[in-house]
């Protein structure tokens, strides 16, 4: 599910994210305009076939291009005026037929061509981005109200864009680089921002845009560090000469069976140490410090008061002196291994 933002008047649907700026060259910006609430729909003259593309030898008798054949077969679905646009989505409204929402669909496959063109030099493939918008195309059907006034395409655009810029942001490196909301944010406005301070004459560091972008200066840097980082293979060989690679010299994060039986023994150390300690202990401590401190099953305050017929902070202040004792007990016993019991 996509976690919302706000769009200034869009009729946006609660469950969907409009990202407002695109970063650098890469990603264009998104025009928060660009459908009217009131007016009519986008025009589709901007929708051109590609150039055929160039003649190369092939067993083929036809080159065959998956995006102008594509275009090629959208075109055969017409377009829907208002009224019969209108008159469709109220079908479908009230008595679901798969057949209404099927031409709602069809009718405005143009649209979402029209928004991953914008987006095109932000992913490998024009036809991913189309993939992901005929998603948010068919989410916009499922959840639009003709009885808003609203042109379906003037709702359908937001769900659109939702969905090719969540594509974008999650295809943008192997690792995600925007995992939050404030992130993905950054990840659109933080290029955006330093080439308009660089424009203005302002030299635009972390600081200045962290100000500007009303965020932490320490994100800013991390996202600056995470869009500058390649992604890099963990089997990549550390120098032309040797086999290492930069996954020999990773930490794997498991103890050392050094580091184990270490563990182990300083274990035992200590449970040999507070058995002892017990039996320094008067019979009233004693009964706090293993019903108390440790029993798996803790004894409430309450219940302990009601059994050495104390008050609970009198238990409170008993315990916290066993455990002061414990402590300097183990450290004398045990040495540096210990500093500190809980």
């Known amino acids: ?199 203005h004459g302002f030299s635009p560091g972390p600081k200045l845009l962290a100000e500007k972008l009303n965020v932490k200066e320490s994100e800013v840097i991390e996202m600056e560090q995470r869009l500058a980082g390649a992604d890099m293979s963990v089997d990549t060989p550390l120098d032309s000469e040797g086999d290492a690679t930069l996954l020999s010299i990773l930490p794997n994060g498991e103890m050392s069976a050094e580091d184990l039986l270490a563990s182990k023994q300083i274990s035992q150390m200590i449970a040999a140490g507070m058995s002892e300690f017990a039996e320094t202990l008067n019979e009233k401590d004693r009964t706090i410090f293993k019903e108390r401190m440790l029993s798996h099953e803790k004894v409430t305050l309450q219940d302990m008061a009601e059994k050495l017929d104390l008050s609970r902070e009198r238990i409170r202040q008993l315990e916290s002196r066993i455990r002061e004792k414990l402590k300097l007990f183990l450290q004398k016993k045990l040495g540096s291994a210990i500093t500190e019991v809980e």
């Open 1 to 199: 599910m996509i976690e919302p933002i706000e769009a200034d008047d869009a009729p946006i649907h609660p469950d969907i994210e409009v990202l407002p700026a695109a970063v650098g060259t890469d990603l264009p910006e998104i025009e928060e305009n660009i459908l009217s609430i009131e007016g009519a729909p986008i025009e589709e003259s901007s929708i051109e076939e590609p150039p055929p593309p160039e003649e190369v030898e092939s067993r083929e008798i036809v080159p065959y291009d998956a995006l102008t054949s594509y275009l090629r077969e959208i075109r055969r679905y017409p377009r829907l005026s208002r009224e019969e646009e209108h008159e469709i989505a109220v079908k479908y409204i009230k008595f679901k037929e798969a057949e209404a929402a099927y031409k709602l669909i069809s009718s405005n496959l143009w649209l979402v061509v029209k928004l991953a063109r914008d987006y095109e030099k932000a992913a490998r493939s024009i036809l991913d981005l189309i993939q992901e918008g005929n998603i948010g195309l068919m989410e916009a059907v499922k959840n639009f109200d003709p009885y808003k006034g609203v042109r379906f395409p003037s709702y359908a655009v937001w769900w659109i864009k939702a969905y090719i810029i969540r594509y974008v942001i999650a295809n943008w490196r192997l690792v995600k680089i925007g995992t939050t909301q404030a992130q993905r944010k950054l990840f659109f406005n933080l290029k955006k921002e330093k080439d308009r301070l660089e424009n």
